[in-house]
Structures are given as C-alpha cells and as structure tokens.
C-alpha cells in the first residue's frame, strides 16, 4: 500500500485544510509515513510573505534530496498564486490549486501513477472520470536530477469554486491520529474574504467568502464532544463574516453571532473559543456573548494592522481608528480579565516615522495583552505592491522590534497580574520539563495565557488552578 505525508505551512486555515487531505488519503486506504519514508508527500503551502514562499522551495530541495523517490504534489495557497513558478521547480511532480483542492488526493494519485504506474488511483475515482473532470491547466516539462518528468499543473478560477474544506486541527497533547499527542481541535467554518485589503494576497488564492453550513458546523462539534474534547476554537479567513453567503444558498439569513448561540445551545461542549474576528465584526451582540457565557473562552483576537489614518486608508481597511478604539474599550469593559490581542503591519508603504509614532502610541494606550507585529511583504498582484516609497528594510525590521517590545511588556503586566489569584485552564499534557525539581504539565488559561502545573496532570482537563508566580513567559501555579 502507498504511503503518504501532509506537511502544512502558514495559518491555521492552511493547517485545516492539511487535516482534511489527510482524511482523503485515509479514506482511500493509504498509509501515512514520515517525509523521509513517503511515496507521495504532499506540500501544502501559504503565501503570505516572500519568506513563506521560501520556505515552500527549501521543502522542496529538502525532501528531493531526503527521499528521492517521493512524488512531490505542492498544493495551497502559493500553489494557485503562482503554479507556472512552482511548477517549473525540479521535482515537483504535480501542481494542485486551492481551486482543485477538494479532489486532491484523486488527482494526485492519478498524477502519480501516470509518472510511473507504481501509485494507483482507487476504484471510486477512475482515471478516466478525473482526466474528464479534471483539464490540467498547463503541464511543464522539466529535468530533475537526471531524469525527465512533467509537472501537471491543476488551477482554475478560484472565484468559481465554492467549496471549503474542513477537517479539525489540534493543538497540546491527547493521543491523535498517527500516534502524537494532541488537545483542542481547531475547526474551520468559514474560508476566503470579500474585502480587497491592498496588501493582502489571500483574496486571490483563496476566493470569495463562504461558510460551513450550521449542520456542518454542529455534526463535527458533537463529533469532537462525542471524542472527549473539552475545548473547540472555531477559527476562518474573515470569520466574522459567516453566514452571510448562506442565504443565497436557500437559507434564512444567518449571522456569526446565531452559529455560536446555536453551538452553546446545541451541543454540549464545555468550552468554545473564537479565534481572529475583525474588528467592526465585534458587534455589541457579540461581546455580550461571550462575556456572559463561560462556555465561551474570555479571549478576542481583533486585527489592527495600523493605528494610523491615512496608513489604514491605504491600505483599504474599513474601520477607523477610532472605531476600533470603541471596540477594544468595550471589549474590555465587558471583560475585565480578557486576553485581548491583534495583527500589527510595520513598514507598510510610505509610512512615515510620524504615522509609525501614531500606531506605536496608540497601541500603548490599548489594553492589549498580546501583539503579533508583521514586517510589510510585497505581494505580486497586489495593489500594495506597486505603491510608491516602499519603506527600507532595516527601518521596517527595527519598527517590528519596538512593537515587539511594547506588547511583551504589556504581556508580562497582564500575567502578573494574576499571581495570587486562582484561573481556569485546560492541561495540555506534561512535556518532561522541570519547575525547580519538579514536573509539570503544559496548560492554557480560559485567557490564552501559558501555564506551568506544578506536578503531571492527565491532559484534556479543565482545571481550577492557583497562580504563584510568573517564570520564563508562563504563569507557574498548583491545582486547587
């Protein structure tokens, strides 16, 4: 039997649909085995940044040069960016789109056996029923090493695909699938985004919005209940907008705010996280919601990408910086306690050190806990991309390093402000390190901070625990 390996890069959309090819392999009877070991290794890869794009061709070189006789299929969002570029690179084997994602594994498996007969396509899914439903886009022809093969290359419009994967993703440590550890399955309801930010690519390689629908959404909850999980995060592209493709899908108009009264009013899962909503997103609806419930995790992931006006207006965002303070206040008003974190571009073209000194005092001002601050990267296509007075890469590099300064002395106020007093966290599993002689086990407060439990606690709990003190950016506490 064949064997296969999924490895992802980028976000947690990227690690969602990494878990759903890995469902269509399992569903037609292959084998997963290490990179180093596979027959088919599949690159599922993002573009977000010239770096990620990077990282994407070193997996390449490296599994080329690891296993030599593994089919390479690069899949993902660098794939439908650019499959020509990709493509044309030695040993990649086939090109498969976000577009053509949801047939992967058929596609691949034909691909591959027509390379050299030694992976076959299953009975379900015939050779000939793919090549009819499937016209490669190009196929290229390269050297790799000393042999000759062709890139078959499968991208087509994303704007006419309505599809959208879902499988979750984990984190911590519960047994999983092929052996490792893992706890709080991650969940994609809603893929693509219909805002045209000008630095942003996604739109492109991801297409319009579209939802999971609400029956989707609640069976793989019950599952992961059903399956002894404590906490689910449902997590998306632009996940504040869920719903609203449903109802020229024939359903009643839906908002985000009714999937998660109908999660904590459907299923019996205990605890509910929401990961990045944008911030007009965070209607007074949605606050209320989950500060009210403690079903609901105490934690809001809101991007500001700048705190400046003209910089937010170039970059084609929808919100004003005094809209988005009105949302952070309430937020925090409404949870006192609350993890509240953003997405912070530096380097942004054409900004100024006064526009950079507006962002930098206004995310001083903010009652953030966390930041994660992105240096500028130009993406071809992109309008951003073609702006004048892009900004040099070492003032860009040194305005990442401020921010980055503010937000871990943020964070470190914000945590210890919880010594002495006793908060909620789910146990991830003991890792083999020691606190002062003593083991403990990895965990995460309902507030998205890190934990050290003094002594092994069995994963996949939901604890009451006493902070002691602050050690090494985690909190360090004992079970009450």
């Known amino acids: ?70 089919k390479i299929v690069v899949t993902g969002c660098y794939a439908q960016r650019a499959p020509e570029e990709v493509g044309a690179l030695p040993g990649v084997t086939a090109v498969i789109g976000n577009s053509h994602k949801h047939r992967l594994a058929d596609l691949a498996l034909l691909t591959c056996s027509r390379v ?47 599809e959208l994967l879902a499988a979750p993703v984990f984190d911590g440590k519960a047994t999983g699938l092929h052996g490792e ?28 919005s579209r939802s999971l629908s609400p029956d989707h959404v609640l069976r793989e909850v019950h599952g992961q209940v059903a399956a002894g999980f404590r906490e689910v995060v449902i997590s998306g592209i632009n996940l504040g907008r869920w719903g609203r493709d449903l109802a020229s899908a024939g359903m009643s108009k839906l908002t985000f705010e009714d999937l998660i009264r109908a999660i904590l009013n459907e299923t019996a899962l205990e605890k509910l996280r929401i990961s990045s909503v944008e911030p007009m997103d965070w209607s007074d609806e949605l606050i209320r919601l989950v500060a009210e419930s403690p079903r609901i995790a105490k934690h809001a992931h809101v991007p500001l990408q700048s705190g400046s006006d003209p910089v937010l207006r170039r970059m084609h965002r929808k919100y004003r910086p005094w809209h988005y303070r009105e949302k952070i206040e309430k937020i925090r008003a409404a949870m ?67 921010l980055r300064e503010i937000a871990q002395g943020k964070k470190l106020r ?23 002689g003593e083991m403990f086990t990895e965990a995460l407060t309902d507030n998205y901070l890190k934990l050290h439990l003094i002594g092994h606690h069995a994963s996949n709990r939901w604890m009451k625990i006493e902070v002691t003190e602050v050690e090494e950016n985690a909190l360090v506490g004992e079970a009450r």
């Not at 947690?12 to 292959?30: H, N, S, W």
């Not at 994660?372 to 073609?386: C, E, I, K, L, N």
Request: aromatic share 8%.
């Open 336 to 402: 006192p306690g609350a993890a509240i974190g953003a997405d912070v571009m530096v380097g942004f073209p054409g900004e100024t050190d006064a526009e950079f000194n507006v962002t930098r005092r206004f995310i001083e001002e903010l009652a953030f806990t966390y930041l994660h601050v992105f240096t500028y990267s130009a993406r071809p296509g992109t309008p951003a991309a073609d702006l004048p007075n892009q900004v040099p890469v070492h003032i860009a590099r040194e305005r990442n390093r401020i």
């Open 116 to 162: 050299n007969g030694q992976i076959e396509a299953d009975g379900d899914a015939s050779r000939e029923t793919l090549a009819g439903a499937f016209v490669p886009l190009a196929a290229l022809s390269h050297e790799s090493g000393d042999r000759g093969i062709a890139s078959e290359i499968f991208v087509s419009d994303i704007f006419a695909h309505s």
């Open 1 to 70: 039997m064949p064997t296969y390996q999924v490895e992802n890069f980028g976000c947690r959309a990227t690690q969602a649909d990494g878990a759903a090819l890995e469902r269509q392999f399992e569903e037609r009877g292959l084998d997963h085995a290490s990179s180093e070991h596979a027959d088919l290794v599949i690159l599922n890869t993002c573009t977000v940044t010239v770096a990620a794009d990077q990282d994407a061709r070193a997996a390449i070189r490296r599994i080329r040069r690891q296993n030599p006789k593994a």
């Open 181 to 208: 550890q893992r706890t709080r399955p991650n969940l994609k309801v809603q893929d693509g985004c219909d805002n045209r930010c000008s630095f942003c690519v996604i739109p492109y390689v991801r297409g319009q």
């Open 414 to 436: 914000f945590m210890h402000s919880f010594v002495g007093r006793t908060v909620e966290a789910i146990t991830l599993g003991a890792d083999g390190s020691e606190h002062h």
